[in-house]
């Protein structure tokens, strides 16, 4: 049996298959940034956590954006993300 050519593998993938991916790929971007800044946020209590991941878990799209867009801020508005000087 002959081995398939990648090359000619990747000729069979269209337009609305890259499309998808892209789609997709901003989804997992928009899930894992809910979940990395709720669950690195002092503000949110374990059980608030718990419900937020699990939120967003279930319903991974619409959970994260409202996640996104009602968290409470973990830092003072204006503090710097840079490490002080010593």
């Known amino acids: 049996m002959r081995s398939a050519d990648p ?3 990747l000729t069979n993938v269209g337009i609305a298959e890259i499309f998808v ?11 894992l940034t809910a979940l990395v800044s709720c669950l690195r946020n002092p503000k949110l209590s374990s059980v608030h956590k718990l419900l ?4 967003i878990f279930l319903f ?4 994260s954006a409202i996640y996104l ?9 204006g ?6 000087k010593s």
């Open 7 to 9: 090359l000619l593998l």
């Open 21 to 31: 991916l892209l789609i997709l790929g901003g989804l997992l971007a928009l899930m």
């Open 52 to 55: 937020w991941v699990t939120g």
């Open 60 to 63: 991974p799209f619409l959970g």
């Open 69 to 77: 867009l009602v968290r409470p801020e973990s830092r003072e508005p």
């Open 79 to 84: 503090a710097s993300r840079e490490l002080p």
